[in-house]
């Protein structure tokens, strides 16, 4: 069973619902991952921590990268600027305790968190005595402000593009968990806000993995693309780069004739999933997994290639073998 964990913001295009396709073809024994387009980060939050492996999250949007870095550092400025202070429950006040004495929490900027502790209208003197001294223990300064918007911003739009409106309530004791969840994982991941292409060139060395989400052909618009792309450059450039790694690529990609041509050299998997995007009941849409080497032998073990076999929501097909 995969446990889906720490999943903190909305955004396009999450991998959430395929990640246990894609966990299952990751090789074992690796030294190091790469998420090169990091997004709400749900591959990097659902690896378990291996020592031994050198973990990177990485995106080009500095308010991720800055979310990400505020919810690793700095939780509790974090859930002030979000309003969730006061607590008002007595057994959310205990879930919000035991999440900032957790032993795998550093806060650097003990002044901003000290200076909630002090706040009465977030906290009463009794809350504070109990909270005071395990945030004392701990130790840069991030944009909480900056990072709350950008949580707003996206809970409040449509499909999580951050350019629509879209109201959905808030659980308070559910994010504080997520959050919880996710700064334990982050303890140990490296967090990066560059060009994927260039981290991608960077980072690859034989033994680790790189996986890459990039914008999906014809939906770029609704990311962060660099300015000197156009068209299908993007593309072009992001495929040159991957087949010249010497380390284990995994790719997705939206089905269509140009990736598949494009990644005729490397396996594809490809399978239909459901459009998060579109209104209509029932849309539907071609996915892709790509890879520079063979996934089968991590597959066997699902029948995935049986026709008979259904995994999870969703049928795969190997469509594409190198020659």
């Known amino acids: ?50 020592p031994s492996r050198l973990d990177i999250y990485n995106d080009l949007n500095s308010e991720l990268a800055n979310l990400f870095l505020c919810v690793k550092e700095l939780p509790c400025a974090l859930m002030k600027e979000l309003k969730f202070l006061p607590i008002q ?44 001294p395990i945030i004392l223990k701990k130790l840069e300064l991030y944009d909480v402000q ?3 918007a950008f949580v707003f911003r996206m809970r409040g739009s449509f499909s999580s593009t951050g350019t629509s409106f879209g109201v959905k309530p808030m659980n308070v004791s559910g994010f504080l968990r997520s959050i919880q969840e996710a700064s334990a994982r982050l303890k140990d991941v490296v967090i990066e806000n560059k060009n994927a292409i260039q981290i991608i060139r960077e980072r690859d060395r034989p033994g680790g993995l790189i996986y890459a989400d990039p914008p ?16 299908r450059e993007f593309h072009i450039r ?76 969703y049928d795969m097909e190997l469509v594409n073998k190198p020659k």
Request: hydrophobic fraction near 40%; proline fraction near 4%; charge should be negative.
């Open 216 to 231: 999906y052909v014809d939906a770029e618009r609704l990311y962060q693309v660099s300015q000197h792309d156009k068209n």
């Open 238 to 313: 992001l495929w040159q780069t991957i087949s010249a790694c010497q380390g284990y690529v995994i790719v997705s990609y939206n089905d269509c004739p140009f990736v598949r041509q494009l990644y005729r050299d490397f396996y594809i998997l490809a399978f239909r999933r459901a459009n998060p995007l579109s209104q209509k009941k029932g849309s539907e849409y071609g996915e892709l997994l790509i890879t520079n080497y063979d996934p089968r032998p991590y597959l066997t073990q699902l029948s995935l290639f049986d026709l008979d076999t259904h995994i999870g929501e």
């Open 1 to 50: 069973m995969i446990v889906i964990a720490g999943i903190f913001i909305n955004w396009i295009g999450n991998k959430t619902k395929l990640l246990p396709y894609i966990l299952q073809i990751i090789p074992p024994d690796l030294n190091q991952f790469l998420e090169a387009f990091g997004g709400s980060g749900a591959l990097s939050l659902a690896l378990q921590s291996v």
């Open 146 to 148: 900056r990072a709350a």
């Open 89 to 132: 429950s007595r057994a959310t006040f205990e879930l919000y305790r035991d999440f900032v004495d957790h032993k795998d929490i550093t806060l650097r900027n003990i002044q901003q968190e000290l200076d909630c502790l002090e706040d009465r209208e977030c906290f009463t003197e009794e809350q504070a005595q109990v909270l005071r």
